[in-house]
């Protein structure tokens, strides 16, 4: 399997717009080399008559059944606001826009 190079992880790292030191180039390229080689292992391993799972344990849907039920009143939502206006919620202006 090729090995990552410093080159390979300094170009990456320019991608990815970060700066790193070149001892952490050499030490970022072992620990890539290892990943990669751990995802090559369980490649290694999956076989086509396994089917894919999401959990070890099998599990059911754990959620109420999705129902229609009635929702707050605008006059119930902005009672516990701190300020409304015009039967909205009434916030800080943060960007300077006229209005």
């Not at 390979?8 to 390229?29: F, S, T």
Request: charged share 25%.
């Amino acid at each position: 399997m090729p090995s990552i190079s410093r080159d390979e992880v300094a170009h990456l790292a320019r991608l990815a717009r970060l700066e790193l030191e070149p001892a952490e180039l050499d030490h970022l390229a072992g620990q890539l080399d290892q990943i990669i080689g751990a995802v090559a292992q369980v490649s290694e391993v999956a076989a086509d008559d396994i089917p894919p799972t999401s959990h070890a344990l099998p599990m059911t849907n754990a959620f109420r059944d999705d129902e229609p039920r009635p929702g707050l009143t605008p006059d119930a939502a902005l009672a516990g606001a701190p300020e409304a206006e015009d039967g909205r919620f009434r916030v800080p202006q943060i960007l300077g826009e006229e209005q």
